[in-house]
């Protein structure tokens, strides 16, 4: 079935450092989406990527889709204290419901 | 901004009673979602919903389990008959249209003891 995978599962890193992760899937999509949750709290929603798109900016985040390798990055650039999250890529499938599909996320550490 | 709510934000429940989650979705959305994260996994899909039927539900979407908009603005999840590994975070989602962001709630946390 198709899953989203992120790599590393945990990053740390220093304050003002960029931090990239990664995501693979399995099967073709409809588009890609970012989310960032704070320990306990609920998801946010960072970037929606779609399959005909390669690249994507939102202030401090940057987007990649390559859908040849079927895998996805994420990159925070500046980071501060406050990115310190975990951090889920999601698919979205062509067909059905257009239901998420999560990874298992990675868990970024900024250390001030 | 628009947003999911949901209610309550955490409840804890014996073994084997019923439990409802409610949600509030973002009004114009057509879509409607019930996640769950087990502390410390990924989050899961159990069911989606749209036009006042389940599109598409999980194998852990059982018999156990149903979902309900009783108006239109609600939609709850129901749990029957609550085991210990229901214990989860609970959340709720709605989108617009199809292709669309997927916005979600702050969760509900359920701990059956």
């Known amino acids: 079935s198709q899953q989203g995978e992120e790599d590393p599962q945990a990053l740390s890193i220093q304050e003002g450092e960029n931090a990239t992760m990664n995501c693979s899937y399995k099967t073709s999509i409809n588009n890609l989406q970012w989310y960032r949750q704070n320990s306990g709290r609920g998801l946010v929603h960072l970037i929606l990527?779609?399959?005909?798109?390669r690249e994507k900016h939102s202030g401090r985040l940057r987007v990649t889709l390559d859908t040849s390798k079927k895998s996805s990055s994420l990159l925070i650039t500046a980071s501060r204290a406050a990115d310190t999250a975990s951090y889920f890529c999601?698919?979205?499938?062509?067909?059905?419901?257009?239901?998420?599909?999560f990874g298992q996320g990675t868990r970024l550490t900024i250390n001030p | 901004e628009p947003e999911v709510t949901q209610t309550p934000s955490h409840q804890v429940t014996q073994m084997g009673q019923e439990v409802i989650l409610r949600c509030v979705p973002i009004s114009n959305h057509l879509y409607f979602y019930w996640y769950r994260q087990i502390l410390g996994q990924k989050v899961e899909f159990l069911v989606s919903?749209?036009?006042?039927?389940?599109?598409?539900k999980s194998e852990i979407f059982d018999d156990q389990f149903s979902v309900e908009r009783p108006d239109g603005s609600n939609f709850t999840l129901k749990i029957r008959s609550t085991k210990l590994e229901d214990s989860a975070m609970y959340f709720c989602?709605?989108?617009?249209?199809?292709?669309?962001?997927?916005?979600f709630g702050e969760g509900s946390w359920l701990t059956v003891v």
């Open positions: 990527i779609r399959s005909n798109e």
């Open positions: 919903f749209y036009n006042n039927e389940i599109s598409e």
């Open positions: 989602a709605s989108r617009e249209d199809s292709g669309n962001t997927i916005y």
């Open positions: 999601a698919t979205v499938q062509i067909q059905g419901a257009q239901k998420l599909v």
